[in-house]
């Protein structure tokens, strides 16, 4: 298995930190990568339309987004500590080729539009800050990528340091911009009591929930925690668990205060004055100076679009790496990665501003934020079955506490999301010259997501179900066996799989070798997971196989034959001659049928695959 960006993965040593304040410091960083993610230019578009039709009455909801973000951030996080899998690594495992690569495609789709609102968002800042037209500035940002690659050849704190200071200033310019705008602060405070106005102000709403929360980020912090090295004993989990909460709490109120910030800005400035339709972040630029009186109102403003843009953007590109090494398996050249990612971006938008000109860019980064709106519970839902999982997370699973705060959490913003997307499709119907087409290919589109969304909800619950009533136990096995006066074969291979061929199987082997023999039981896990890692996979069924491998050679032993174990890993009619001729055997005997594919192995034609493979006789013992 491939260690998510490997690159820079365990990079950074924490053990050798001895004072508590050292310690902390050496586990911070990765949320601020994160953190980068909720204060893009997605998220200014919602929060400059929030602050001036509603004044600071939505504030509230940035807050409840924020506490959010906190807790799902905390489970990628858990996940990548515990497991040492990213999210895409851990779903790779977990569920099927083609439903994988429906998840690959669905978030890389989800980067691609991220990554154009970042482009969009850090374009307008250069367009508005140096009058370079908005084509070129689109076509400038192609220069972050190797900005990028430099960074991460420096290692991951050089990175770190420089995106903490790319927030800094985005924070610092937001603290000038409020203190020129003067808000109100009784209605500050006001504005974080829940309240909704109209069904406008939910609209809005559901806008900022939807720009807060975003997939790729989930993937991005699952693999960023793992580049901290310290020591994998219970203790050291735990204290890792501790400080990188600690870092997301931290870097994600930061996040808040700057898209608070924003939005007061725009409660104090526009609202206040009865200009209640901006939305768009050109218009909020221009109209800086005369409503603030400062000429440097606009600049920071700027400024600050142009970090936030370039800040997000490094981590947007990061995600697209870990998501397509982790669910494809797939190194590519990190230069070649980013800039596939960055010309998806671009050639879209480049596009659609040379064919309807500069005014659609606020439409171009409403239909980025729907988008990645249709992904989120692709990524948050798995995420939450994995850290629920007792088995993948080692004893370090969220308690019941947790898992029903996270599915509520869930609920609401997948159902908020679905919402959305419901709204913008019934607007496309409504105002689309060719509604026909429409519903030929979106609805069927939108209906196909929500049966996939509803498969990943309630697979895992009844693979789990399943798993807990199958009969594994192996003590109804029957070992009385006829004795004969003499026995030619000493050490004999027994194919296992736990059904009821095993004891058939198990009998017949002991008449060809009696109780002098010396056998080794072989067992071959099928799984997804272990097809793609071999021995590094530690899944439900991984575990149960060993312990009940364990369970027959115990037994076995009690009654006083010589058994060894043997687990392999793959498709049976691949590993099971790797074993037989790796190791000294006189015969392999295998059974006719059971629940883990021998049975299609011994009636299909890869038996003779299998008999031509290796170098000793094949015994088939049929039931």
Known sequence: MNNSLEEVNQSVATQNKKTGFRKILAFFGPAYLISVGYMDPGNWATDIAGGSQFGYTLLWVLLMSNLMALLLQSLSARLGIVTQRDLAQASRETYSKFINYILYILAEIAIAACDLAEVLGMAIGINLLFGIPLIQAVMITVLDTFLLLFLINKGIRKMEAFIIALVLIIGISFVFEVFLAQPEMGKVIYGLIPSMPNSAALYIAIGIIGATVMPHNLYLHSSLVQTRKFDRTEAGIKQALKYNFIDSTIALNLAFFVNAAILILAAATFYKNGMFNVAEIQDAYQFM???????????????????????????????????????????????????????????????????????????????????????????????????????????????????????????????????????????????????????????????????????????????????????????????????????????????????????????????????????????????????????????????????????????????????????????????????????????????????????????????????????????????
């Open 289 to 623: 100076e005369p409503m603030l009186g400062s000429k440097w109102a606009p600049i920071l403003f700027a400024v600050a679009l142009i970090a936030a843009g370039q800040s997000s953007t490094i981590t947007g590109t990061l995600a697209g790496q870990i998501v397509m090494e982790g669910y494809l398996n797939l190194r590519i050249q990190p230069w070649v990665r980013r800039i596939i990612t960055r010309l998806i971006a671009i050639v879209p938008a480049v596009i659609v501003i040379t064919i309807f000109g500069e005014s659609v860019t606020g439409k171009l980064l409403i239909l980025s934020q729907v988008i990645l709106s249709l992904q989120l519970g692709f990524a948050i839902i798995p995420l939450i079955h994995f850290v629920s999982d007792k088995t993948k997370m080692r004893g370090f699973h969220i308690s019941k506490t947790t898992q029903i705060v996270s599915w509520i959490v869930a609920v609401i913003i997948v159902s908020l999301n679905i919402k959305l997307v419901f709204d913008e499709i019934k607007d496309w119907l409504q105002t689309s010259e060719n509604p026909v087409v429409l519903w030929l290919t979106v609805v069927p589109l939108a209906i196909g997501f929500l049966i996939l969304l509803l498969y990943i909800v309630f697979k895992p619950f009844i693979t789990k179900a399943k798993q807990d009533i199958q009969n594994h136990s192996p003590h109804n096995l029957k070992l009385q066996f006829s004795k004969k006066g003499s026995y030619n074969k000493k050490r004999i291979a027994i194919s296992v799989d736990f059904s009821s061929a095993d004891a058939v199987a198990i009998n017949n082997a002991f008449e060809l070798g009696g109780i002098e023999a010396k056998y080794t039981l072989i067992h071959v896990v099928e799984t997804v997971g272990a097809m793609i890692y071999g021995k590094n996979i530690e899944d439900h069924e991984t575990l149960i196989d060993a312990k009940l491998l364990k369970e027959y050679k115990q037994m076995l032993s009690k009654k006083g034959f010589k058994v060894k174990t043997k687990l392999g890993f793959g498709k049976p009619n691949k590993v099971i001659p790797e074993i037989i001729n790796n190791g000294k055997f006189d015969v392999l005997v295998m059974g006719t049928h059971g629940h883990t594919g021998i049975k299609d192995l011994i009636f299909g034609t890869t038996v003779d695959k299998l008999r031509h493979k290796i170098s000793i006789p094949l015994f088939i013992v049929k039931i």
